[in-house]
Each structure stands twice: as C-alpha cells, then as structure tokens.
C-alpha cells in the first residue's frame, strides 16, 4: 500500500483509521497511522498511547517500550501507560526492570493488598 493511504485526511479522519485498524487487529497498519499522527501532535497522550499499544500487540517491543517511556516522562501517574510498561519489560525478559512499573501501576490503580 502507498504511503500516503495512511497519511491522507485530517487528524481526526486519521485516528478514527488508526482506530479501525487497531480494532480490526491490524496493529502494523494501525502503527502506520499513528507513527505520523505522532509526529504531527506528539504532545496528545492518545495517539502515542494507542501507537504503544500497536507496537505491543505487533512484536515491535522496543518501540512500545520507547513510546511509553514518553508518555511515563511526561505524565508519570498515568497508570495505563506504566502497567504496558511493565508488560512490555517482561516480554523482553527484563523482569526486574518491569517490577517498579507494575506496582507504579497497581498503587494508581487502587489495587492494594488487604492487611
């Protein structure tokens, strides 16, 4: 498919493709999408969110993994963001890594162990 397919329309057009596409199960062409979204407003935590999310979901971990660090930089309560985070750690086999990110995410969540 030609490039500019997934560059064509307006931001909105864009991310209700990227959207499709990712619910279609389609994360490459979903990733195609929002890379350029991305560049275009990096600063909207949607877009780079659901870009982690297709990184993730397509094997492309080290994306995901630089993706969210971004998002974790900027926003670090942003729970959904750390739990990938750490999920995206594990699969790379970097458990030790994933840990601080996991409990991040439990505690913002509210999930706490009963005493």
């Known amino acids: ?6 560059d064509h329309g307006t931001p909105a057009e864009r991310w209700e493709r990227a959207q499709m596409f ?3 199960k389609d994360y490459a062409a979903a990733a195609r999408v929002l890379g350029g979204l991305v560049e275009e407003v ?7 969110l659901l870009l982690a ?3 993730y979901h397509s094997a492309q971990l080290r994306r995901a993994e630089s993706e969210l660090r971004v998002i974790v930089e900027r926003d670090p309560v942003e729970h959904y963001a750390r739990l990938m985070l750490g999920r995206t750690l594990e699969r790379q086999g970097r458990h030790e890594e994933a840990g601080p990110h996991l409990r991040i ?8 162990e009963q005493v």
């Open 22 to 24: 990712f619910d279609a």
């Open 42 to 48: 990096p600063e909207q935590t949607g877009p780079r």
């Open 1 to 6: 498919m030609d490039m500019t397919y997934y």
């Open 105 to 112: 995410a439990s505690a913002l969540a509210g999930d706490f």
């Open 53 to 55: 999310r297709a990184y």
